[in-house]
């Protein structure tokens, strides 16, 4: 079985510059995250989504955030103006649907904000 | 809020060794308790997991036993082996949510 997959796995871009982010769940998980983590840090979810359907953005910063889900497959993360202190690796996992369904995590991108 | 605490790292072990990873959490309700391992170059996995007070999780060698009168879930194996180096994170999730909150991870290193 397929994991899911993220790309690109690296990105550097300077400040104010824009960039985004790929993620493809594992084929049938309805339930798809994205996490932040900081150097030294625990992963924290920046948005989780149902289908198509956002289910939390409580800690997304929607001003310089935005992610979608088209079709309830795919789904890209974009960050607009990027600040240095967006410079974290950004996990997007999926589970497959209702509760203590396990989430499985994608390799990650690193970005590096200069 | 909820919170996990856990001991800080890193952690350098000889093979064979016993090792213990502290974890203690703060929660309303009655959370669910995880390990998460990532191992260098790759994302989390679970490790394994505790639904419910005095429930013990287990896999690979490693456990870890649910305790809810010390609000604590550390992680155990009797016999590292070099293959275990890798970073282990303690999470909950809140009540079902399927919302996991992470503590800071610890970096196991395991010399042969």
């Known amino acids: 079985e397929a994991g899911v997959a993220q790309s690109p796995r690296y990105k550097i871009i300077e400040k104010r510059q824009s960039v985004a982010f790929w993620c493809n769940p594992i084929s049938g998980h309805a339930t798809l995250y994205w996490y932040q983590q900081i150097l030294g840090q625990g992963p924290k979810l920046l948005i989780q989504?149902?289908?198509?359907?956002?289910?939390?953005d409580s800690q997304l910063p929607k001003d310089r955030f935005s992610a979608e889900r088209l079709k309830g497959v795919d789904s890209t993360l974009k960050i607009q103006p990027a600040k240095l202190e967006d410079s974290a690796v950004y996990l997007c996992?999926?589970?497959?649907?209702?509760?203590?369904?396990?989430?499985?995590f994608g390799p990650g991108t690193r970005l590096t904000v200069l | 809020g909820n919170s996990v605490t856990q001991m800080e790292g890193p952690v350098t072990l000889s093979e064979e060794a016993f090792l213990t990873i502290n974890c203690t959490y703060t929660?309303?309700?009655?959370?669910?308790l995880f390990w998460y391992v990532q191992y260098p170059g790759e994302g989390l996995q679970l490790l394994l997991k505790?639904?419910?007070?005095?429930d013990k999780g287990s896999n690979k060698g490693f456990e870890a036993t649910y305790r809810k009168e010390t609000t604590s879930f550390h992680l155990e194996k009797g016999s590292v082996q070099v293959s275990d180096s890798a970073v282990y994170f303690c999470?909950?999730?809140?009540?079902?949510?399927?919302?996991?909150?992470f503590g800071k991870g610890t970096k196991l290193t395991v010399n042969p």
């Open positions: 929660a309303t309700g009655y959370p669910s």
């Open positions: 505790a639904t419910k007070a005095d």
């Open positions: 989504f149902q289908n198509n359907g956002v289910v939390d």
């Open positions: 996992a999926s589970s497959l649907d209702g509760l203590y369904n396990e989430q499985f």
């Open positions: 999470a909950l999730d809140q009540g079902g949510s399927e919302k996991l909150v």
